[in-house]
């Protein structure tokens, strides 16, 4: 209601302003007109400067006539440039973008702990997010991470990202706390498929070399074998040259997956992100992806955000997290024999839906 009074008022002045200089307008080439015939019935001036003036005026006129919309646009540039001085004003991440500077120095074999780590948003401080966290993963291990909507699920891995840092606690890595690695030498030797994969408007293979940008082309074929991608590939005329549209749009939503699989392949990492990648498919596209997820997990320390509690029955360890706590943390038969559990009633709930 706010919002339609906001913009009812200004709709109101930006049409009493343009009301104004009409009547400038025209108000200004009858001035002239009046004042020409007066003098051109004195003998005072011709005809044809009369309306040489009234030319003018006009000219005038819509000069003035057109102050209002550039008014309008001259608005709507402050409030851009305001927009992007804000973001220009953002404190930028220490990462390094030189392709030269690429090489992982420290290699981590992907054995991580939370130590008591407590979080809270910068925009919402007074809101906890995360509340004394504290498992570790082991170097190879499947963790998954479930629980309620809005329970923190994916704001725990983002924290192993680094995109934010812990109020308190530590996140050790390999004996280290995170925030001693360099944050691109890290995050190299991470991979994420999220659900809602994002890729260029470029061609498939384009998007696959981003994982490893040095890669041959038999590295990327390679890397789609595994992720279950090449199949399909191959049946575009243009094969891996094909382009996927803006984010993808040419493409089905296993496809896109596949994709993002075969990208995190080729980048061969050490710590794997699986959030939510199944979750909006098909059955056939479920499976497909699944597989491909499966082989990709192999050797690798891998975090699994899942809700289809289906999907996360031999992982080796299962956290569940509910508003921001740890609530319980074993595996799939361990915390399905609690019988006053949270996963016990999630598990019981999606049977029952299904």
């Known amino acids: 209601l ?3 009074e906001k913009a009812m008022k200004g709709g109101k002045a930006r049409a009493a302003f343009a009301s104004f200089i009409i009547f400038c307008l025209f108000g200004s080439i009858v001035a002239v007109i009046w004042r020409g015939v007066i003098l051109v019935h004195s003998g005072g001036m011709s005809v044809g400067a009369m309306f040489q003036f009234v030319l003018y005026s006009v000219f005038v006129g819509a000069s003035f006539g057109g102050i209002a919309e550039l008014y309008a646009q ?8 305001e927009r992007i001085m804000e973001i220009l004003d953002e404190e930028t991440e220490s990462i390094d973008i030189n392709f030269d500077n690429k090489g992982i120095y420290q290699k981590v074999s992907g054995e991580i702990a939370f130590k008591n780590v407590n979080f809270n948003y910068p925009t919402r401080i007074e809101t906890p997010v995360l509340k004394n966290i504290s498992f570790e993963a082991k170097k190879g291990e499947t963790i998954a ?13 983002s924290l192993i990202l680094r995109f934010y840092h812990p109020q308190s606690g530590q996140i050790i890595i390999d004996g280290k ?15 994420i498929v999220p659900q809602d994969v994002l890729l260029f408007g470029g061609s498939i293979r384009e998007n696959i070399l981003y994982g490893k940008p040095d890669a041959t ?32 749009v040419k493409l089905s ?15 061969n990492p050490s710590i794997l992100i699986l959030d939510e990648a199944t979750s ?30 289906s999907t996360v029955r031999n992982a080796d360890k299962i956290i569940v997290i509910d508003k921001g706590e740890l609530v319980e943390s074993g595996s799939h038969e361990e915390l399905i024999a609690r019988n006053d559990g949270l996963y016990r009633s999630l598990s019981k709930l999606q049977f029952e839906l299904s």
């Open 253 to 267: 939503g296993g496809q896109r997956q596949r994709i993002a699989i075969a990208r995190a392949v080729l980048k």
């Open 74 to 81: 001259i608005q709507k540039a402050i409030g851009a440039t």
């Open 280 to 309: 909006s498919l098909d059955s056939e596209s479920e499976r497909l992806v699944q597989e491909a997820l499966d082989k990709l997990m192999v050797g690798r320390t891998s975090f699994v955000i899942a809700h289809r509690l």
């Open 217 to 248: 082309m038999d590295e990327v074929m390679e890397a789609a074998k595994k992720a279950n991608a090449h199949l399909f590939i191959e049946n575009f005329p243009e094969k891996y040259e094909a382009l996927v549209g803006e984010r993808g």
């Open 145 to 157: 991470i479930v629980g309620p909507s809005g329970s923190g699920k994916s704001t725990l891995v």
């Open 2 to 4: 706010q919002i339609v």
């Open 177 to 191: 706390n995170s925030q001693e690695y360099s944050l691109t030498e890290l995050r190299n030797q991470m991979a």
